[in-house]
């Protein structure tokens, strides 16, 4: 079957750095995608990795290993703003996007 | 950026009566859009996939008489909830792929702001 697993929840400190990891198993691979959702609202486009490295854009990057099936999601310089679900997807041979269930980041001052 | 728009984005309804809900690329056009839904503290779950002059293909366990998807052009996608119940209550979401977009797959598919919708 088709996986996706990602931590439930985690909590940092404001200014800090946090690194949400996001494992998967699915029938091929085109891609993995890191979104932001607020409560309430949709989600918001952050991240697309296709080849290994990391990917830097601002204060987000995000890192690929397509040999351990494997993602995370950096965030630098934590704002009270950054609190927010996180969502990991893969887009599989189908061209389908397989979600994670999201980890919700609390940033604490 | 490009901007797909949901209406309404908020609705209340009664038990038994029908809703649509439409969803438009705004300054794109999108062959293909997805419509999800996602319950509270729930991952977005992919209820079907929209074709512009197809049938859209339903995921497993989502009815198709119940979920009326009609993609009739580029920009328009409709979800029509028949005889809702409030066990249909949730977040409804759609995102639309930029059909002429280049450059990463990821970076061509753009989400609505969602529909809420709540039948009493």
């Known amino acids: 079957g088709q996986n996706i697993d990602q931590p439930t929840e985690m909590t940092a400190t404001e200014g800090a750095i946090v690194q949400i990891n996001c494992t998967y198993q699915t029938s091929g691979f085109n891609g993995l995608f890191w979104y932001q959702q607020h409560a309430g609202e949709a989600p918001t486009f952050l991240s697309y990795n296709v080849l290994d490295g990391l990917e830097e854009k601002g204060r987000f990057s995000s890192f690929l290993s397509r040999s351990k099936g494997y993602s995370y999601l950096l965030l630098k310089e934590l704002q009270m703003k950054d609190s927010a679900s996180y969502l990991c997807?893969?887009?599989?041979?189908?061209?389908?996007?397989?979600w994670g269930a999201g980890t919700k980041l609390i940033i604490k001052p | 950026g490009a901007v797909v728009s949901q209406h309404p984005s908020r609705v209340i309804c009664k038990s038994g009566t029908s809703v649509k809900i439409e969803c438009r690329s705004l300054d794109f056009q999108a062959t293909t859009m997805f419509w999800y839904r996602q319950f509270p503290k729930q991952s977005l779950m992919l209820m079907a996939t929209s074709n512009e002059g197809s049938k859209a293909t339903y995921e497993q366990g989502v009815e198709k008489d119940k979920f009326l998807i009609n993609h009739a052009s580029l920009t328009l996608s409709t979800l029509t909830v028949t005889s809702a119940h409030p066990e249909d209550s949730s977040f409804y979401i759609c995102s639309a792929r930029d059909s002429a977009a280049s450059g990463g797959p990821g970076e061509t598919q753009y989400f609505g702001p969602g529909t809420r919708l709540l039948v009493l």
């Open positions: 997807a893969v887009m599989d041979s189908n061209y389908q996007l397989i």
